[in-house]
């Protein structure tokens, strides 16, 4: 099969020239404080206005060179893309080492009908950038694209078994978020501090722009007017930066579904930027439950799959969520429709009671030396910090009723929490290492530690369950190298 030269949109020279503006952002900032004076008596002064035009077409010069010297074609089984600012390079890529092209629509891309694709290969785990991306091409050509290697790949020229045909055959999404469900996800995150991170972060590049020392002032007299005006400002902006991020997440969210083709898996979402991600059924290598503290308590849940390959710049090619938000009654149902050959049960093996101290003990441990010190220099009043050990031994309570496991042929399940609770399934033939640790205070107490490992992404998921008791430990390090 062969394709003739293709080049990209011209739009993607525009892109190239934003994505370097934003690398040169705080350069850009220097020089334009640095031309930010009342009086300008010559050509030196105007220096640093000229080096930002000077850089400015540079970069606009050296984006178009790079639109034009990149093509890519389909030839004898291999992704062809040729491209280089001075130096001309060639890549080819074997069609059969492609496991999926990812689709991303932003906002330069939706008014020309354009996407970017990302082209995601077994070796891509093992880089920091996908094998290959296409920053702007027509819709048709991405589909032509797909559809070209997917024939490559079956041996075949048949184009109703194309990816194309498969999903127009299925009409109905195999799971999707409805506008009650994207609502539940966006109050039950923790997008408020999020977007609180995001200001502050702002807030600390403009030192140069934003007048901090009257600002100050300012709020000093606004103090003064009394504690219940600062408090409810306080609220009201909390308030305010919880709206945000759940528009936030009915952006990142909108129109999330989820396609079966053939033996791949197509999830599509996004309002402003839409994505399409794909991922291989072969290369999961584990199922991951999780419950935050407030989901946990409504009956909701995240599902997780750990994705074997994608670069560790990309996020949406490793721990991918499959099921941002779900009530956990559904979960069994719906990954038995994709995963029959997974056992979903509720049923563990809890740990032994001797455990439970440990856990209580680590967790309030963390605030005994700040709860002393406050202790001594602030008597009297310094006791009430001791009731911080309160809210941790609780979570290390909560910490000991989590943690559990299971053993279904070849399948072990683990349970544990942080301050999510987790619960990790995997196959034994997925399972990259099963470690185990008996410390000598463990041994005293008959426990002993375990931590799994699966891969995902570059370096792997790691699943730890502390304060086992010392069979238990055994018997699965036992299942696991394949000893009776």
């Given amino acids: 099969m062969m394709s003739e030269h293709k080049r990209l949109h011209p739009i993607s020279a525009v892109a190239n020239f934003i994505k370097q503006l934003k690398d040169l952002i705080v350069p850009l900032i220097f020089l334009f404080v640095l031309n930010n004076r009342e009086e300008k008596n010559g050509f030196w002064d105007y220096l640093p206005l000229l080096s930002m035009a000077v850089v400015l077409v540079f970069v606009l010069v050296f984006g178009i060179i790079k639109w034009l010297r990149f093509t890519y074609r389909v030839e004898e089984g291999e992704l062809r893309i040729e491209y280089g600012l001075f130096v001309k390079k060639k890549r080819y890529i074997p069609i059969d080492r492609i496991q999926s092209l990812n689709f991303s629509e932003g906002i330069l891309h939706r008014p020309f009908g354009l996407v970017k694709v990302k082209v995601e290969t077994a070796g891509s785990s093992n880089s920091r950038e996908s094998e290959a991306e296409l920053t702007a091409i027509t819709k048709k050509e991405a589909q032509d694209l797909e559809n070209m290697i997917y024939v490559?790949?079956?041996?075949?020229?048949?184009?109703?078994?194309?990816?194309?045909?498969?999903?127009?055959?299925?009409?109905?999404?195999?799971?999707?978020?409805?506008?009650?469900?994207?609502?539940?996800?966006?109050?039950?995150?923790?997008?408020?501090?999020?977007?609180?991170?995001?200001?502050?972060?702002?807030?600390?590049?403009?030192?140069?722009?934003?007048?901090?020392?009257?600002?100050?002032e300012e709020v000093a007299v606004f103090v003064q007017n009394g504690v219940f005006v600062v408090a409810m400002t306080v609220f009201l902006g909390l308030i305010l930066a919880w709206v945000l991020s759940i528009i936030w997440t009915?952006?990142?969210?909108?129109?999330?579904?989820?396609?079966?083709?053939?033996?791949?898996?197509?999830?599509?979402?996004?309002?402003?930027?839409?994505?399409?991600?794909?991922?291989?059924?072969?290369?999961?290598?584990?199922?991951?439950?999780?419950?935050?503290?407030?989901?946990?308590?409504?009956?909701?849940?995240?599902?997780?799959?750990?994705?074997?390959?994608?670069?560790?710049?990309?996020?949406?090619?490793?721990?991918?969520?499959?099921?941002?938000?779900?009530?956990?009654?559904?979960?069994?149902?719906?990954?038995?429709?994709?995963?029959?050959?997974?056992?979903?049960?509720?049923?563990?093996?809890?740990?032994?009671?001797?455990?439970?101290?440990?856990?209580?003990?680590?967790?309030?441990?963390?605030?005994?030396?700040?709860?002393?010190?406050?202790?001594?220099?602030?008597w009297p009043y310094g006791l009430w910090a001791s009731l911080l050990i309160l809210p941790f031994g609780v979570l290390g309570y909560f910490q000991y009723r989590a943690g559990g496991w299971r053993i279904d042929g070849g399948q072990l399940t683990l349970r544990y929490r942080g301050l999510l609770k987790n619960t990790m399934y995997m196959k034994k033939s997925r399972i990259q290492s099963l470690d185990t640790k008996v410390s000598w205070f463990q041994s005293r107490k008959e426990l002993g530690s375990l931590s799994t490992t699966v891969k995902s992404g570059v370096t792997g998921h790691e699943s730890p369950v502390k304060d086992l008791d010392q069979e238990d430990v055994k018997r699965i390090a036992s299942w696991f190298s394949h000893r009776v």
Wanted: aromatic share 10%; charged share 25%.
């Fill in 152 to 216: 490559e790949k079956k041996g075949h020229t048949d184009v109703e078994d194309s990816p194309e045909s498969s999903e127009t055959r299925e009409e109905e999404p195999y799971f999707s978020l409805g506008s009650k469900d994207i609502w539940v996800l966006a109050a039950t995150s923790g997008g408020v501090g999020v977007i609180i991170s995001g200001v502050a972060l702002f807030l600390s590049q403009m030192n140069e722009l934003i007048p901090y020392e009257a600002v100050y």
């Fill in 250 to 378: 009915f952006i990142i969210y909108g129109d999330f579904k989820i396609k079966i083709v053939d033996d791949h898996i197509v999830m599509t979402r996004g309002l402003l930027e839409k994505k399409q991600v794909t991922v291989p059924l072969n290369r999961v290598q584990g199922i991951r439950v999780v419950e935050n503290p407030i989901r946990q308590l409504i009956g909701y849940c995240t599902v997780h799959i750990e994705n074997a390959g994608g670069s560790v710049l990309e996020k949406d090619s490793m721990s991918i969520k499959l099921f941002p938000i779900v009530k956990k009654e559904q979960v069994p149902d719906l990954l038995k429709g994709l995963f029959p050959d997974y056992i979903i049960q509720h049923d563990f093996k809890g740990l032994p009671g001797r455990s439970m101290r440990r856990y209580v003990f680590r967790q309030s441990a963390w605030v005994l030396v700040p709860t002393a010190a406050a202790c001594y220099f602030y």
